[in-house]
């Protein structure tokens, strides 16, 4: 009885179901793994103090290193070939799940070209603004966060080069604040970043508040496997030189089972999961059920609230 | 950043061997705001340079596909005869430039609207095919029925396929110009940021910025596009303006073309390979045949020059008699050599060899032009990329020319279309690099069989003489093998013998 229940759904759905009296999922949460802070980086940033104290009023979900990170190569975003190559060659495929995903929910017409006409969209964690552009081109009205400055300065120069994409709206702000002004998005979308904040329910929670009623939420991260150990961390990094070294740690990497319990719990149902897998013969990446390394999930506010 | 773009502009300006010219002294400059120059420049998404047929054909593709049928596409050519909408009828003499249509162009063609108007005209599908040498040692025919097909192909002739594509565009509702002109000069600009800030940007600004090609042309009128697509044939003005290099040789062999007509209707294609080159015999409609002859530059303009009653003769007796004897069915023993090896009987391997119906007269006057394999090194450059004979050209022996490059248009007009689904800009290299990525593979493999056929054919020595017969003998009888070198010749495998 409860196998045939199981047959019926999807797969990723009965790895969820068999998995979740896993012990390590509930104590594997996030919020309990220690911060972990990375070698520090050659940009000393005076304003690192506030964000591990948990105390202050608008509690903020960023690693103050990892954000050094990222601005430290802020200037290489648009350089197809540096180390952003990666993101630039996965951004087709990540755009074509979108795409689905959200023509189908918002019951737009897919062979459009400008399919998402009218919707609202939040980029967070837009960096140079690789997946803003094409959402603009693909007709949404796009705003683009990051905790970056730099980035927001490059991902603005960048744009307006292009007239299509020149009405993005960028500001170098966070989640949480946009949460305190009260902006609302019918789609919020926060690929690759969860596994950079320092706490991922509390971001959850941020995402979920931006997205306005029956609005969709889409994330994408890195698995906590052993197949992404190998494949992000001691290819990606070490051996392959894709990533630079440290960009990842293995640790803040979230599970799908992880990733689809805090979003229930901030009020997102997670709706659809796919993975992303490269063909070294090919060099492309494609979309497929395979979420043991890159996966990404789109989920729908819940409209009823418990 | 800077720095990076600082050599990346270096780097294109080399190769784009191109003067910028400031707008200052632009004389037809639009922006100038001069009224003496004429009409203002205008923006397009796509500009076709070439409306021959592959270039027209990548235009009825993108106006078949949902995702690209809003584009605004410039075709630039200056053949008088697109401005015309019907410019062919139906009692004319078959024009001697025929193209042989694979199926796999055909359900192209289908797709994207046109084949409809080609079969409102002239012309001829054909369903057997017989080939052999001048050694009489073997041969081999084809049918289609080997592969399980209706037909190997389909002649039709170049002005009835240009002007049923031509019709096809017209009628469709995409947005296009054609400017009758042909392309004089074209600049493009690296990447650069804009201080400006929103989406008042003027066309001159985005070419300044490198977001727009600007294309001059020999009328004094200019345009912009997101994109350039050099359809323009084996002597590409846009790959040479974008600074694309060429690899290849030219045969020391010239071809003749001419129709001619029989007595009754010929439903087969006919290829003898003579020692100079081959003579092909197909038909295109109406009791009517198309020649193409292979031979030496000296040849060629002796037979081009003689007398029409000694060209036919010569004709008929080259595939004929002519440089040897008939070939029997096979002088390596009987087929019993092959029957381990084959998979299954093909209706053709019990044809006996024949001889081609006889030429009685000429109907079109001799063309000849001479045969060379040239290949762009690069299929795509930032906002360029080439389709059809501006990217590679090959030899005429198994009719493949003009259908790579329908597979080239039908390729790119994909990419594009993918593109455009996930916002990307239609003139990034990155995606520009997806189609050659797709073509050039198979574009290149067919080019290494075209001439590894023509080199194989060109030298008249005894024991390869044989292994030329072996090889004949065994596509004439192992089913398998036929059936794919027919699958390839028809476009369905991208590479040979993989099926």
Known sequence: MASSKLLSQPRWHRLLRRNLPNARLFSGLPSQHPVSVPEPQNHGDPKSNNTFKTASSAPSSLKEAELAKFAAISDTWWDSEGPFKPLHNMNPTRLAFIRSTLCRHFRKDPLSARPFEGLRIIDVGCGGGILSEPLARMGAIVTGIDAVEKNIKIARLHANMDPTTSNIEYCCTTAEKLVDEQRKFDAVIALEVIEHVADSAEFCKSLSALTAHEGATVVSTLNRSMRSYASAIVAAEYLLHWLPKGTHQWSSFLTPEELTMILKRASVDVKEMAGFVFNPITGRWSLSDDISVNYIAFGTKDTNEE | ?499
């Open chain 2, 1 to 499: 950043m800077n720095r990076i773009l600082a050599s990346k502009a270096v780097s294109n300006v080399y190769r784009l061997r191109i003067p910028w010219r400031p707008f200052s002294n632009d004389a037809a400059c639009p922006n100038a705001g001069n009224p003496e120059t004429g009409s203002e420049a205008q923006q397009y998404d796509i500009a076709i340079v070439g409306g021959g047929m592959v270039g027209l054909a990548f235009a009825c593709s993108l106006a078949s596909k949902p995702l690209t049928k809003h584009l605004n596409v410039a075709i630039v050519d200056s053949n008088p005869a697109l401005g015309r909408k019907h410019f062919i009828k139906k009692d004319d003499l078959p024009d001697p430039r025929v193209s042989t249509i694979t199926p796999a162009s055909i359900s192209f063609l289908k797709d994207i609207g046109a084949w409809q108007f080609v079969e409102q005209h002239r012309h001829a599908y054909f369903d057997k095919m017989q080939v052999w040498d001048y050694t009489g040692l073997s041969y081999a025919k084809y049918n289609a029925r080997d592969a399980d097909k209706e037909v190997l192909g389909c002649v039709v002739e170049n002005k009835v396929l240009l002007s049923s594509l031509l019709s096809h565009v017209q009628d469709t509702d995409m947005l296009k110009k054609i400017y009758p002109s042909r392309l004089t000069s074209m600049s493009i600009l690296p990447n650069s940021s804009s201080s400006e800030v929103g989406s008042t940007l003027s066309m001159t600004a985005l070419f300044t910025h490198g977001r727009l090609a600007k294309l001059e042309l020999e009328d004094g009128n200019s345009l912009y596009a997101k994109l350039v697509v050099g359809a323009d044939g084996g002597k590409s003005r846009v790959r040479e303006l974008a600074g694309i290099r060429t690899t290849g040789w030219n045969y020391t062999q010239n071809a003749i073309i001419c129709t001619v007509e029989h007595a009754l209707e010929n439903h087969c294609a006919w290829q003898r390979f003579l020692p100079s080159g081959p003579l092909a015999l197909l038909p295109i409609g109406d009791k009517f045949s198309n020649i193409v002859w292979t031979m030496t530059p000296e040849e060629s303009s002796e037979y081009k020059s003689m007398t029409e009653d000694d060209f036919l003769k010569a004709v008929n007796h080259a595939l004929d008699y002519g440089y040897g004897p008939h070939p029997t069915s096979s002088i390596l023993g009987s087929s019993d050599l092959f029957s381990w090896f084959k998979g299954g009987i093909s209706s053709s391997t019990s044809d006996c060899f024949e001889v081609p119906p006889k030429a009685v007269k000429l109907a079109s006057e001799r063309m000849a032009f001479p045969l060379s394999l040239r290949h762009a090194n690069d299929y795509a450059s930032k906002r360029v990329a080439l389709i059809g004979d501006a990217a590679h050209t090959v030899h005429p022996l198994a009719g493949q020319g003009v259908n790579l490059g329908f597979g080239d248009a039908s390729s790119l007009s994909s990419v594009i279309s993918e593109g455009i689904a996930v916002g990307t800009d239609i003139g990034e290299v990155s995606l520009l690099k997806k189609y050659e990525a797709d073509r050039k593979p198979a574009n290149v493999t067919m080019m290494a069989v075209l001439d590894g056929f023509q080199k194989a054919y060109s030298v008249d020595f005894g024991p390869l003489n044989i292994l030329r017969a072996a090889a004949f003998h065994g596509a004439h009888h192992i089913s398998p093998l036929k059936k794919s070198i027919i699958s390839y010749a028809s476009g369905e495998l991208r590479l040979p013998l993989f099926a």
